[in-house]
Every structure is written in structure tokens, then in C-alpha cells.
């Protein structure tokens, strides 16, 4: 498939635990883009990547969350020591730059639950 | 400060019927970007049309129509003839070019009932 892929597409964890949340962006996307969408809510913005670097880390809600991506490639999104609030869609979109003129293509996202 | 807004939370009609999803935004950037993006009941999101500040064109593709006023700030998406499958939820969102976050607006849930 040439689309956005994210895994696991659901992940159910223990408060407390630490999860990894994967996305594959579309070979080539330089952009990347993680957010959070919660029950009926709209997409809040957690981090973007141009390349592997993070120009701007301003969305991520506390220092247990984290992001890396390597090789201008996979991205991982952890979040450590999960609570019950952070339940919740985890989206990734990648786009082939980083001009503001790309849309973004969505992967299907990994619904993360804290029990 | 950038802010994207849909007041319409939920909308229902009935198959056929025509219905406008409101967007109004905020930006002090002269030069931006706007965006529709529909989410079905599958999840994934799926980009429907972008708009940059300079062209205030109105836009029709097949039954989608969006229009488009900077007076306003208003950036509005019609759907004709509403059938059971435009059934989504649809987010419209903004990007300065100063500025590399897309921000979204909380959507608009819209059920076509046959």
C-alpha cells in the first residue's frame, strides 16, 4: 500500500505502562505530523517533523510524551507512564514538503487505551 | 493567534437535501492556507480541497462547492443533493505560511437519513 500506515490500529495498556505508537509515512513525505483526536473531539496538534528533525514540539500536553522519527522515515510517538486521560486516537499524516500549500495524508490511526 | 471554527457541531438531513458546513478562522498572516478534509464513519481522514489567501474563487466539484470570503473570514463547503454516503464527519483547517501547524477545527458530524 502507498498510504499513511500507523501500528498497532489498537492498543490497550494498564495505567502506568509505557506504549510506542508507529507511523510509516509515504516514502518520500518529507512532513510529518502526529495529533490527538479524542471521543467526538476534533485533531489536536502534538508534534511535526520536517525530516527528522522537530521544529516545533509545542502540541506535546506534558514531558511524558515523546517523539522521534530516523532516517527522514518512521516516526515513533511514546508516551510514558500512561494515565487514563491520554485514551484517546493518535493520528500521524505525512505531506511531501513543507510548504503550506501540502495537504496531509492520514493514516487510520491507533486508538490507544488506558484502562 | 490562529483559531479555526465550526459552530454547527451536529447536522441532520434528509438525502437530497442541499446543507452548508460553516467555517470562520482567525489569522494575523496575510498569506495562508485553508483546507476540507472528511472523516467517514472508517476513521481515516481524506483531503477534499485546499484554497490559498489570494483566491477567493468560489470551487464546485460534482455536488461539493465551497465558497470562499477573506471579508468574513469565512471559508463555507455546500454539498448538493446530500446523499447517505457523504455521511462524516468535516473538518476545515488553516496553515500560515509562517507557521508549519495545520490547526483544525472541532468538525461538524453531518447524518444524510435516507
Known amino acids: 500500500g502507498a498510504g499513511v500506515s500507523q501500528s498497532p490500529s489498537n492498543k490497550v495498556t494498564e495505567k502506568g505502562k509505557d506504549v510506542e505508537l508507529r507511523c510509516d509515512p509515504i516514502s518520500g513525505h518529507t512532513a510529518l505530523y502526529w495529533y490527538r483526536q479524542s471521543l467526538g473531539q476534533g485533531l489536536e496538534f502534538l508534534i511535526y517533523f520536517q525530516g527528522n528533525s522537530a521544529p516545533d514540539k509545542s502540541g506535546l500536553p506534558s514531558d511524558r510524551f515523546s517523539a522521534e522519527r530516523t532516517g527522514g522515515s518512521v516516526s515513533t510517538l511514546t508516551i510514558q507512564r500512561t494515565q487514563q486521560e491520554d485514551s484517546a486516537v493518535y493520528l500521524c499524516?505525512?505531506?511531501?514538503?513543507?510548504?503550506?500549500?501540502?495537504?496531509?495524508?492520514f493514516g487510520p490511526g491507533t486508538r490507544l487505551t488506558v484502562l | 493567534a490562529q483559531k479555526v471554527t465550526q459552530a454547527q457541531t451536529e447536522i441532520s438531513v434528509v438525502e437530497k437535501e442541499d446543507v452548508t458546513l460553516d467555517c470562520v478562522y482567525e489569522?494575523?498572516?496575510?498569506?495562508?492556507?485553508l483546507f476540507w478534509y472528511k472523516q467517514p464513519p472508517s476513521g481515516e481522514l481524506v483531503f477534499l480541497i485546499r484554497?490559498?489567501?489570494?483566491?477567493?474563487q468560489n470551487e464546485i466539484s460534482g455536488r461539493y462547492s465551497w465558497n470562499f470570503q477573506k471579508s468574513t473570514s469565512s471559508f463555507n463547503f455546500t454539498i448538493t443533493a446530500s446523499q447517505v454516503v457523504d455521511s462524516a464527519v468535516y473538518f476545515c483547517?488553516?496553515?500560515?505560511?509562517?507557521?508549519?501547524?495545520?490547526?483544525f477545527g472541532p468538525g461538524t458530524s453531518l447524518s444524510v437519513i435516507p
Open positions: 483547517a488553516l496553515r500560515e505560511t509562517s507557521y508549519d501547524k495545520v490547526i
Open positions: 484554497r490559498n489567501s489570494f483566491d477567493e
Open positions: 499524516a505525512s505531506s511531501p514538503g513543507r510548504s503550506s500549500y501540502n495537504e496531509q495524508f
Open positions: 489569522t494575523r498572516d496575510t498569506t495562508y492556507y
